[in-house]
């Protein structure tokens, strides 16, 4: 009996020591607020050729689910506890999909996952997707690289870098996030015009 009293006290310390270990911090997950994209103009024709939505290239940090900030400098973290629901690449390509999807000049808008035939597609680079602080205020930060191929060839037929800006309301998550949303519209709103301009360029007559 009294061998065994060694095993019992360590195995004794061993479940006290588990018992003070700290919880896991609780990951809260964030999705783009719902689109608040207004109308493209009346009148306009609709394309006749379908356009797919390639997934957005990006580094490791933009490529991951963190919401990545800039606290200031060239340092760059992300907010604690917090993620988004989806690696941000696909979080910013089913936004842009969304709001083409619900403009008549383009009938149809799928991505590469959907498998479906397309004539044109959207390729891109995304350089940032980020909250700033700037003079002490959150504000965030998507810039896109873009490039319209003609899918059949692979061919480039336009390119443009997109750039939007966005203050947050405050500096806490909730206010970050709903900022992204404003400025993922932003940044959908300036790409589906340049789109259908280029697009309409592709048309037969």
């Known amino acids: ?25 609780p990951i809260r997950l964030h999705l783009l607020p719902a689109s608040t994209l207004g109308p493209a103009p009346a009148g ?3 394309l006749s050729q379908a356009l797919r939505i390639v997934t957005p ?3 490791r940090l933009f490529s991951s689910a963190r919401i990545a900030v800039v606290p200031e400098g060239n340092q760059i973290s992300s907010y604690r506890g917090a993620r988004w629901a989806d690696a941000v690449p696909t979080l910013l390509r089913d936004r842009l999909v969304e709001n083409l999807q619900q403009d008549s000049r383009f009938p149809s808008v799928s991505h590469e ?15 940032a ?36 800006r ?25 790409l589906r015009d340049w789109l259908y301009q280029q697009a309409r360029l592709t048309e037969k007559p």
Do not use: W
């Open 1 to 25: 009996m009294k061998a065994m009293l060694p095993g019992l006290i360590l195995a004794t310390a061993l479940l006290s020591a588990c018992s003070v270990l700290p919880e896991a911090e």
């Open 44 to 46: 306009q024709p609709a």
């Open 57 to 59: 290239e990006a580094n």
């Open 113 to 127: 996952d959907a498998g479906l035939h397309a004539d044109l597609e959207l390729v891109s680079d995304l350089r």
């Open 129 to 164: 997707f980020q909250s700033e602080y700037i003079d002490g205020q959150p504000q965030v930060r998507i810039r896109l690289d873009s490039h319209l191929v003609q899918a059949s060839s692979q061919r480039i037929l336009a390119s443009r870098r997109f750039e939007v």
């Open 166 to 190: 966005q203050p947050s309301d405050g500096t806490q998550v909730e206010a970050v996030v709903a900022s992204f949303g404003q400025a993922s519209d932003e940044l959908s709103g300036q």
